[in-house]
């Protein structure tokens, strides 16, 4: 069974700071998706990593993506109000097609 | 604008009572999935279609039927729905799924 594991699943970070969340997955896979949701909201993407290796950057977010350690991390620099909201990565096996989701990392940002 | 369409947004419904959440996209994409989400268990996935007339169960499809008759519409059916399937359904599509998927708005279902 596929298991993708994030972490942390709750946080609470003082804006101006930096942090990193973690996406431990347990199968082959060069596919792995970041996304966020907002209360109430649908799911918006924010990274497509595709490669060992690979590395995006879009404003306060950079996504990463470590093919042999299974692992991708998604870090936060210099929060902001407005980056509170829940992130989620998600990984397509190598084998399939189907979008297996981590629990999600519920993240709120404060004064 | 490139979007997934959902509808109805929210439904309440008795138990048994057949209905269908409609799902359209206008983005010529090939992969078209449907997920629920519940507190504590995240997103699981229902069904998937790679393309017309191509289907395939995902983790949680007991309960569900889904029909790809063309290829802008992946339909989720619940022949006779339970309280257990009370949930926040998702649609998304994907053109290959290099490019990630895109969801539609959500569907608020509450069987009762």
């Known amino acids: 069974e596929l298991k993708v594991e994030q972490n942390p699943l709750f946080l609470s970070m003082q804006e101006g700071k930096n942090y990193t969340i973690y996406c431990n997955y347990s199968?082959?896979?060069?596919?792995l998706y970041w996304y966020r949701q907002d209360p109430g909201k649908s799911l918006e993407s924010l990274f497509v990593?595709?490669?060992?290796?690979a590395v995006k950057q879009e404003g306060r977010l950079m996504a990463s993506l470590d093919t042999k350690a299974r692992l991708s991390t998604l870090h936060i620099t210099a929060a902001v109000h407005d980056l509170s909201a829940t992130y989620f990565c998600?990984?397509?096996?190598?084998?399939?097609?189907?979008?297996?989701f981590g629990k999600g990392t519920s993240l709120l940002v404060t004064p | 604008e490139a979007q997934v369409t959902q509808n109805p947004r929210y439904l309440i419904t008795v138990t048994g009572k057949k209905l269908t959440v409609t799902c359209s996209q206008n983005?010529?994409?090939?992969?078209m999935s449907w997920y629920r989400q519940d507190p504590g268990l995240g997103l699981r996935q229902i069904y998937y279609?790679?393309?017309?007339?191509?289907?395939d169960k995902g983790d949680v499809p007991e309960g569900y039927k889904v029909s790809r008759k063309e290829k802008r519409n992946f339909p989720l059916i619940l022949e006779s729905p339970s309280p257990n399937q009370t949930s926040l359904y998702f649609c998304?599509?994907?053109?290959?799924?290099?490019?990630?998927?895109?969801f539609g708005s959500g569907t608020r279902l509450t069987v009762v």
């Open positions: 983005m010529n994409h090939e992969y």
């Open positions: 998304a599509s994907s053109f290959q799924d290099s490019y990630g998927y895109t």
């Open positions: 199968t082959t896979s060069d596919r």
């Open positions: 998600a990984v397509v096996p190598n084998s399939g097609y189907a979008l297996n």
């Open positions: 990593l595709l490669s060992n290796g």
């Open positions: 279609s790679m393309n017309v007339e191509v289907t």
